[in-house]
């Protein structure tokens, strides 16, 4: 189980002392990670990549770098201001990374880092299954709608 420490108790906490220990990589990584956890790090993650825009940006860039407007147009529906937000937290999570090259006008691309590339195979699954299983789920939401009324 993970405890979570306020900012102001990590002052002569245990956090503190283990996270200027040599120890403290070692403890973090051998951590077992339980998404049924609410307190687990790991919900996060599972969030992050279950979230709305998040397998739609990681299917477009398995392409290869996309520069933003590319991006943009290969998810459809997505507002830039949410592209934007969405690209920033992948960037900090370590998913996407972004280039910015020295050109007039500055070009910016985004691109998969390997972690994010190890989503790919999930993530295909995943599509897979929503394709060929989409009319199965609107036959059902129609006859439970029916029957509803």
């Not at 108790?9 to 002392?17: L, V």
Request: with cysteine; net charge neutral; aromatic share 6%.
């Amino acid at each position: 189980m993970l405890l979570c420490i306020d900012s102001d108790e990590r002052r002569n906490s245990i956090h503190e002392i283990l996270s200027t220990s040599k120890c403290y990589g070692y403890l973090v990584d051998s951590l077992a990670f339980d998404v049924m956890d609410p307190e687990c790090p790991s919900r996060v993650v599972l969030q992050r990549i279950g979230d709305k825009w998040t397998p739609l940006i990681v299917q477009a860039l398995k392409v290869g770098p996309l520069r933003f407007s590319a991006l943009r147009a290969a998810v459809g529906g997505i507002t830039p201001k949410v592209l934007t937000q969405t690209l920033r937290t992948l960037e900090r999570d370590g998913l996407v990374s972004r280039a910015v090259f020295a050109e007039v006008p500055v070009r910016v691309e985004y691109r998969l880092t390997p972690l994010g590339a190890s989503l790919l195979g999930p993530l295909d699954s995943i599509r897979e299954w929503a394709e060929s299983h989409a009319r199965k789920i609107l036959d059902a939401r129609d006859a439970f709608d029916a029957a509803a009324t």
